[in-house]
């Protein structure tokens, strides 16, 4: 007996340490202890002796009566089920309080002199690692696992194998079980898949993707995942204002629970008419119904379609092309709709019908309900004004001439000459013989020479005549044109010719037929702008100038007939920049021509002063030159 008594007193120090509180329930207790006297001090209504009685009384029930026989402040939350049993004699209400906190583990908040009861929450129990390895030397993979979450493990193998584990969002739920011992990693995963009721598939070289257990998601009523109307991400990732602007920002989610939500909170009419089985990620910041849909059906092989302000969404497959098929007419409004169809991109065209009404300046659109939605909103990219340009063209054309002639011409000729001739502008007089030999008779008796007469025959030509021209032709057309488009100005003469055919009919009797057509050959100034504008409203000038002439031609092809008249041609492009109402000047094509003759009798033709007895001589210049000023100007 004395030796079990010792016993016991051996025990009882162990015993009292393990009913000893933590260090946190210490403090906890104390803080409720020292809130519940500053309570009391505040309220001595809390201080007042009670008696209670219970055998199984809800909590709830049994404060309403202790506040209503004492006038003091209790509230109750979430604790409606939890039955007390007690029995206590003039007890304070303050210690009837710290009493039931600690014993049936209940909290209390106090805001004044209010008091409100409610359950302690129990902290989260944190899930066991699950126990995996993997040698890499050898490649077999072990684990050891009971319960636990299939995405955690997903992520687990990834980090330590370095192979790729995809885990579709539906199956994030699912836990797992496994025990597996030095087995090669692909056999390992495709067992443990398989004591799960999960299937393996192959995705890329590097990884797998678990599948299976595609029944019917718990409180969907019976409806596949893709008919979920319980999404898995929350209400803040997915919102909707007051103007209908959506803001997503959801890293993955299904693309029905998507849907739904979004129609739900703009409360729309829907109708799924396939299973949307895709998880995507969405980020998107205040955009309308149709931007939303436009983006999250892109890359998939699902479409949607309005009608009657119901909403259909599925497959836009074969059995179902009838389902998606919308027909949507689009106006241009700033540009025509010519030539409109081929800017589409070809990847935009496949699989939509495209028509050109020209009736009514548009477009009508047929095909998927996203295709022709992106169609029509690069339509409206394109569909923007296009300034008009007046461009003004000044063409200066200067011809300046300078021609000198002189000198003294004498011979006999067939028959006598007739003195005449002109003295302004310039000299220009023939001499007969008859005035010739008054001349001679003239100076007769002022020297000892005697020139003699002449035959009746001769004849002697004066002349001397200096002329100057200044020619200076100036045009001002004006040509307007859009951004992009060319403008042309054309401008010039056109010659005639005559073409001679000879044609022999026949062997034995050849007979001779002569036919002949009229040709031309056109000399033309052409001048053609092409104007780019840009945003800062610099105009971007490409310019083409080409000048064609007449040339002189004395040639002939026969007696009667003369040659096709010549020409020469010359040209230039250029690129410039200029500013809105700039003028810019084009200068450069420049003709000068030099003719310089004499004639006369040998070396006294160069002897000076005498030079012009016994001969003539023609000094010309000719010079040409074409200036063009262009000024582009922006319309609108």
């Not at 890329?204 to 718990?218: I, K, S, V």
């Not at 955009?287 to 892109?298: A, G, K, N, Q, R």
Request: proline share 5%.
């Amino acid at each position: 007996m004395i030796r079990f008594i010792r016993y016991l007193l051996f025990l009882l120090p162990f015993s009292g340490l393990q009913a000893q509180p933590s260090a946190t329930d210490s403090l906890k207790r104390e803080r409720l202890h020292t809130e519940l006297e500053l309570l009391g001090q505040r309220d001595p209504a809390f201080l007042s002796g009670i008696d209670v009685s219970a055998a199984g009384l809800p909590l709830a029930e049994l404060l309403r009566n202790v506040a209503k026989a004492n006038e003091v402040n209790l509230c109750v939350r979430n604790a409606d089920q939890q039955l007390v049993s007690c029995n206590f004699k003039n007890i304070r209400v303050t210690d009837f309080l710290e009493f039931l906190c600690r014993e049936y583990k209940l909290n209390l908040e106090v805001v004044g002199n209010i008091v409100s009861v409610y359950p302690e929450v129990a902290p989260p129990l944190r899930e066991p690692e699950p126990q995996i390895r993997y040698e890499r030397e050898s490649g077999l993979f072990s684990c050891d696992f009971t319960n636990a979450p299939l995405i955690g493990v997903a992520r687990k193998i990834a980090g330590q194998t370095g192979r790729n584990l995809i885990v579709p969002q539906h199956l994030y739920d699912v836990r797992v079980s496994a025990y597996i011992h030095g087995m090669p990693l692909e056999e390992g995963i495709n067992t443990l898949a398989g004591v799960n009721g999960l299937t393996l598939e192959k995705s890329g070289e590097q990884g797998w993707m678990f599948t299976g257990r595609e029944e019917a998601a718990p409180g969907n009523n019976g409806l596949p995942r893709g008919f979920s109307h319980r999404p898995a991400f929350a209400s803040s990732q997915l919102e909707v204002d007051s103007m209908g602007m959506i803001t997503a920002m959801i890293s993955s989610g299904n693309l029905s629970d998507m849907i739904a939500s979004v129609c739900e909170k703009l409360k729309l009419s829907y109708y799924f008419v396939t299973p949307l089985q895709r998880n995507i990620s969405l980020f998107v910041r205040q955009v309308d119904l149709t931007t939303f849909l436009h983006v999250l059906f892109t890359g998939t092989e699902y479409s949607w379609y309005e009608s009657g302000g119901i909403y259909l969404f599925g497959t836009a497959g074969k059995e179902n092309s009838g389902s998606f098929l919308t027909v949507r007419t689009v106006p241009m409004r700033c540009r025509t709709v010519d030539k409109v169809a081929d800017l589409i991109p070809e990847t935009l065209k496949t699989g939509t019908q495209i028509v050109v009404f020209p009736d009514q300046n548009s477009l009508i659109l047929c095909g998927d309900q996203s295709k022709v939605t992106r169609i029509e909103q690069f339509l409206a990219s394109i569909d923007k004004s296009v300034p008009l340009i007046s461009i003004d063209v000044i063409i200066v054309d200067v011809r300046k001439s300078m021609i000198n002639e002189a000198g003294i011409s004498m011979g006999l000729g067939d028959a006598p000459a007739t003195t005449g001739g002109t003295l302004s502008p310039g000299v220009g007089v023939t001499l007969g013989a008859a005035s010739i030999n008054r001349l001679i008779n003239s100076f007769n008796g002022f020297g000892s020479i005697n020139l003699g007469k002449v035959t009746p025959n001769f004849y002697m030509n004066l002349k001397f005549l200096e002329e100057n021209g200044n020619i200076e032709l100036r045009s001002t057309p004006r040509l307007s044109t859009l951004n992009g488009h060319e403008a042309k100005l054309k401008s010039g003469e056109t010659r005639y010719y005559k073409e001679v055919n000879t044609n022999i009919i026949g062997y034995q009797n050849p007979m001779q037929t002569d036919s002949y057509v009229w040709k031309s050959i056109d000399a033309n100034l052409e001048v053609t702008v092409v104007p780019f504008v840009s945003r800062d409203s610099m105009i971007t000038l490409t310019i083409t100038l080409e000048q064609t002439e007449f040339t002189e031609n004395n040639s002939k092809v026969d007696e009667k007939e003369p040659a096709p008249p010549g020409t020469s041609t010359r040209s230039f492009e250029s690129i410039l920049r200029v500013r809105d109402g700039e003028m810019v000047l084009l200068g450069g094509i420049e003709k000068s021509t030099k003719n310089k003759t004499s004639t006369g009798l040998p070396f006294l033709a160069r002897v000076p002063v005498i030079k012009w007895l016994f001969g003539s001589s023609s000094n010309n210049k000719i010079s040409q030159k074409l200036n063009i000023f262009i000024s582009p100007t922006i319309v609108f």
